[in-house]
């Protein structure tokens, strides 16, 4: 079992950044794939980015790149994302999640482990 608590949302205005924590514990965590996804009021949780289990690969969708960035401190059993220039479109629940699978994951599905989310306002 594994058990994921995110932190670091807020509101913040168009432009601003936040910096999104995931503490992990329960199992490994330089075992696990990680991924940060994000659910919009009325729509689907979709793929924000994800991170190998030792931080070297990473994949991002194509909405955040070179705006948003994902790492982690295997240290610290916590996993991070760093939003910059945000947007209005970007508001939303974030989930951290984690899996025991392959080097990457985009898919929802395959992530077994969820944390509760933390929200993020983009307004003025």
């Known amino acids: 079992q594994v058990r994921l608590v995110e932190s670091g949302g807020g509101l913040v205005q168009p432009g601003g950044s936040l910096r999104l924590s995931c503490a992990a514990s329960g199992r490994t965590f330089s075992r696990l794939t990680m991924g940060w996804f994000r659910q919009a009021p009325g729509k689907e949780r979709e793929f924000a980015a994800t991170?190998?289990?030792?931080?070297?690969?990473?994949d991002y969708v194509d909405s955040v790149k070179g705006r948003f960035t994902i790492s982690r401190d295997n240290a610290k059993n916590t996993v991070y994302l760093q939003t910059n220039s945000l947007k209005p479109e970007d508001t939303g629940v974030y989930y951290c999640?984690?899996?025991?699978?392959?080097?990457?994951?985009?898919?929802?599905?395959?992530?077994?482990?969820w944390g509760q989310g933390t929200q993020v306002t983009v307004s003025s």
């Open positions: 991170i190998s289990r030792g931080g070297t690969y990473t």
């Open positions: 999640a984690a899996a025991e699978g392959p080097l990457l994951i985009r898919t929802k599905n395959e992530y077994r482990y």
